[in-house]
Each structure stands twice: as C-alpha cells, then as structure tokens.
C-alpha cells in the first residue's frame, strides 16, 4: 500500500514540475520589452524565439545523461539552466548588465534546452511508474504544461501588475523552487509491482477523478484570470490555484480509504457486477501474438478494395504500417512514409502554433491591443491546456466509440485553418480571441497525443528517441514561420503611416502587420491537415485490426 501511494506522489510531483516549467509559453509577455531593451528588429527577435525552441532539438542530450546520472541530478540540471538562461536576461532587460545581441542567442538556447530536460524527466516517471496506465499519466502530466502561462499571470499580477519584465524573473526561479519540492517523492520511489484486475481498475478510477479535478484546474484559470489585474483579487485566486494543484495528494488515499471500507466495514455488499477499467495491460503484448495467425487468415483480404495501379492506390499502399507496436530504430524510421506525413501533419499544425503563441505579444500590439497581451497568453495556455486533456478521449471513449488516434489527430488539426483565416478577415478583440482560443486548442492536443502516437506507431521501446527526432520539425518551423512573419511585419512597419517607434525600435500598427502572414499560416495548416489525414487513412487498417484483435479476446 504505501508503495501504490507513493507512485500517486510520484505523479502530483510530475504534475507541477509540468505546471511550472512550460516558461516557453510567456514568450510574448515580455518579447516587447526585450525587443525594445535590445533595439532589434522583428526578424533578429524571432532569431531569439527560434533559439529557444532550437532547445528541443538536443532533447537528446537529456536521455543520455539519464543513462549515466540519477534522474534527479539531471532535473536539477535542466532548473540551472533555465536560472542561468533566464536569470541573465532579466539582468539584461532590467538593465543591470548590458550584453551584445549574439550573447543573448545562446541564453535563449540554454533556457529552451531546460525545458526540454524537465519534459523527459517527466516522461521517465511516467512510463517508469505507470506501466499499465502510462497514456493515461503522460496526457494528465503534459496537459499541466499548458497552463504555466496562466499560472505565471497570477503570480506576476500578485507582485506587479505592471511589470511584464517580472516574467524572466518567474521563469528563472520558479522551476528550480519546484524541482526542490519534487525532490523528495522522487527520490523515494516504490519499486515496480504487478498489478492486479482489482488494482487496475482502482488506478483507472483514479485517474478518472484526476482528470475532472484538472478540468476544474483549467476552467478556474480561464474564467477567472481577467478578474487577476488588482493586486489583492491576484493573491487570493493564486492561492485557489495552488490549492487546486495539492488537491490530488487527497484523491488517491480517499479512494484507498474507501476501498478499505469495502473490504472491513462492508463485506456483505457485492460490487461485482461494477467495474472501470480504461486500459488493458496486455493489449500491445495480445495483438502481436495474433498478427501472425491474422496476416494467414482474414488479413489477406483487407487490402483488396484499394487500386494498387492508381495515383490512389500508390499513395495508400506503399511502404504502409500494418502492425502497431513494431519497433522502429531511427534508421527504418526516416525510411517510413508514415512517419513523413506524420512530421507535416506536426509541423503544418503543432508547430504552426506554437510560433503563433510565440508572435502574440506583436499581434496584439499591432492590433491595439497591447494591454490584452498577458490575458491573450493565458487564453492561449488554458486552451492548450484542455486540448491536452482532450487527447485522453480515445483512452477513456476505447470501449463505446473507437476512433483511430490518428483520426482524432487529423480532427483536432482542422480549428487552425479555420482560426488563422478568420484572423485574416477581422481584427476585433472578439475574433482574435477566438482565434487564438482555437489554436492553443488544436495544439496542445497534437502536443500531448504525439507521445502516444509516437509510441503506438513506431513502438514503445524506441519512442523516446524517434520522438525527439519528430520534434526537430519544430525549430525549423520557428525559424521558418517566424522569419515569414517578421519580413511582412518590417515591410509594413518601414512603409506605413501608423508605424511608431519605441526609442529606436519601429513598431508596426494596423492589420496588415500580420494579414499576409496570417493568410499564408491558413494555407500551411491547411497542408496539416491534408497531411493528418492521409496519415489516418494509411494507418486506419493497422488500428482497426488492434482493436479487432483485443475486442475477440
């Protein structure tokens, strides 16, 4: 028993690890201001937003070091770095020191790579804790990440409502402070254990009461934020936040004691007949004994309906995933198709919004709404937040509406387009908010299922490489959508009568700042979503015959 409660404590941990450690998404609270401290234009600073999403391509880095050094020690390595990246630029913006602009390139790398750290070491708890349960705990855990934004609103409005530079300072102390009081529950981690029928659906249960307590987090954030910018209200809702945060160290021991009570209090009543169980332990392990007897039998005539001679049939047939869970070395996995349309889809949409997130704090400037920047970076925090949670659906749906994860993925992709020309047709407050709702929407889910589907399609063993190797589409994506971006904002801003400058720095004002820009990134994630689902049809014959396979057995 205390080892099953100590894994609980294990995953609360991982949770605010995740909750204060997504410092990459108030890039836009204070990119002004630096921008401004700097005296650079829009490209040289989307230079520096690159550098910091460049961080997660040496995302290997860390799953090395976790091969040589304790899991901890590289926790805290990845919080010195975000103190030093981070620390230094609020030196900068505060104007204690002065550092030249090719200096703060590498500070900004520096404090993108801690974030990565902090991700893997989550990742390793999860899949190290939860064996059984592990999509289940690592869509909870990613999910938090989404909402370090709003959280960090809280607390900068609790010191100082008008000091957007305060951010850097958060985002250089608050992780290592985190990572101090996660330490304990990590370094005291139960040993692994098999699970019983009875303790799997009592894990599944508990989870379920997590994930309506993280919902309740999400909407606690998103509908009272706004009410955050005097002082004394900033303190009171940051203390509900964090109270919201330690509520499930409760949960798993109500729902033991409650168990208990079943046991010694109430022997005489019956539950069999009740049961929840979300996730079966030996599915992956069931549908690769049957895979052979399947590709001898009933197998052979799936594929009859498709034209292998036709443009079609070439597409959907060639070099095509039949089986999930075969693992995958980096090698065979470039070689797969399925992988390249699955890097477009992340590229064309995920990424897409992540350089959006990244540009917020000139859009609304742009749009004159300056002052909505730090409410417009939250609004996109929560809304990743909930589409993180969201990519849980086909965990929890499994047994009443079964849905390929990729088809889920290629649904969640379609609100980008949609919200991107919907900011080209209008700049009021209402549209960009909505926009900028469905975006963090749309990719926060793609964030959290890729794990998954990382796993599920290339295998479990080699996820954590051939993940890393997925995301290096997103420091591409930053230096080439960011580029794009800054090139039509400096073109207006050098031509237009609405410019104005802030010391020496032209600042551009009107819609057309970003209208081509937003026009271009519709048609991009239109490509995504083409992309996803060409991904979902190839794969949709590999997932059908899983879950065939675990349903007759």
Same mark, same amino acid.
């Given at each position: 028993m205390a080892g099953q409660s100590r894994k609980w404590m294990i995953l609360v941990a991982t949770t605010w690890i995740q909750a204060f450690t997504g410092t990459n998404f108030d890039f836009s609270s204070y990119s002004s201001d *630096?921008?401004?401290?700097?005296?650079?234009?829009?490209?040289?600073?989307? &230079? =520096?937003s690159v550098a910091s999403d460049m961080g997660k391509a040496f995302g290997w880095c860390s799953g090395v070091c976790l091969m040589y050094l304790p899991l901890w020690v590289v926790m805290f390595m990845a919080s010195f770095m975000g103190l030093f990246g981070y620390g230094l630029q609020w030196l900068v913006i505060q104007r204690i020191i002065t550092l030249p602009y090719f200096l703060v390139f590498p500070l900004c790398l520096m404090a993108g790579c801690s974030i990565?750290?902090?991700? !893997?070491?989550?990742?390793? *708890?999860?899949?190290?804790?939860?064996?059984? #349960?592990?999509? =289940? @705990?690592?869509? =909870?855990?990613?999910?938090? #990440?989404?909402?370090? @934004?709003?959280? &960090?609103? *809280?607390?900068?409005?609790?010191?100082?409502?008008?000091?957007?530079?305060?951010?850097?300072?958060?985002? @250089?102390?608050?992780?290592?402070?985190?990572?101090g009081i996660a330490l304990i529950p990590i370094l005291r981690q139960p040993p692994l254990q098999s699970l019983t029928t009875e303790a799997i659906r009592r894990d599944s249960f508990i989870f379920l009461c997590l994930y309506i307590v993280a919902v309740i987090t999400g909407l606690y954030l998103l509908l009272l934020n706004?009410?955050?910018?005097?002082?004394?209200? @900033?303190?009171?809702? $940051?203390?509900?936040?964090?109270? =919201?945060?330690?509520?499930?160290?409760?949960?798993?021991?109500?729902? &033991?004691?409650?168990?208990?009570?079943?046991?010694?209090?109430?022997?005489?009543?019956? $539950?069999? #007949?009740?049961s929840f169980n979300l996730i079966d332990p030996d599915d992956l392990e069931l549908h690769k004994e049957l895979i052979g007897s399947e590709s001898n039998g009933t197998n052979g005539n799936s594929y009859t309906a498709v034209d292998k001679d036709g443009c079609y049939g070439k597409v959907m047939e060639k070099d095509r995933l039949t089986v999930l869970g075969e693992e995958h070395p980096a090698r065979l996995l470039v070689r797969r198709w399925d992988f390249w349309l699955y890097y477009?889809? &992340?590229f064309c949409g995920g990424t897409l919004g992540l350089v959006y997130s990244n540009n917020l704090g000139q859009i609304s400037q742009s749009l004159g709404y300056s002052s909505l920047t730090s409410s417009l970076v939250t609004l996109y925090s929560t809304c990743s937040f909930f589409g993180r949670l969201l990519s849980a659906a086909p965990d929890f749906l499994r047994d009443k509406v079964y849905f390929a994860r990729t088809g889920w993925l290629a649904v969640a992709l379609v609100p980008t387009p949609i919200a991107f020309f919907l900011l080209a047709s209008s700049g009021s407050e209402a549209v960009l908010r909505a926009g900028t709702g469905l975006i963090g929407l749309s990719s926060g889910f793609l964030f959290s299922a890729a794990v998954s589907i990382t796993s599920e399609l290339f295998g479990p063993n080699s996820a954590g490489v051939n993940h890393n190797i997925l995301i290096t589409n997103i420091p591409i994506g930053s230096l080439l959508y960011g580029l794009l971006a800054a090139l039509v904002y400096d073109s207006n801003a050098g031509g237009s009568a609405l410019s104005r400058?802030?010391?020496? !720095?032209?600042?551009c004002m009107g819609r057309k700042c970003y209208l081509k820009t937003f026009i271009w990134w519709g048609c991009i994630s239109l490509f995504g979503v083409v992309s996803s689902f060409l991904l979902f049809l190839r794969t949709k014959l590999a997932y059908e015959r899983f879950e065939r396979n675990r349903t007759r057995t």
């Open positions: *630096l921008k401004t401290v700097l005296e650079i234009t829009q490209v040289q600073l989307n &230079y =520096l990565c750290w902090f991700n !893997t070491v989550c990742y390793v *708890l999860c899949i190290r804790n939860f064996p059984v #349960n592990r999509s =289940l @705990a690592l869509s =909870l855990t990613i999910s938090f #990440n989404g909402v370090t @934004a709003a959280i &960090y609103t *809280l607390i900068a409005n609790a010191i100082n409502p008008n000091d957007d530079t305060i951010y850097l300072f958060l985002n @250089a102390l608050v992780p290592l402070f985190t990572s706004s009410l955050s910018s005097n002082v004394s209200v @900033a303190r009171i809702l $940051f203390g509900g936040a964090l109270g =919201l945060l330690v509520l499930p160290l409760c949960l798993p021991g109500i729902v &033991y004691a409650r168990e208990w009570a079943r046991r010694n209090i109430y022997p005489a009543f019956r $539950f069999d #007949n009740s477009l889809a &992340y400058f802030l010391g020496e !720095t032209m600042v």
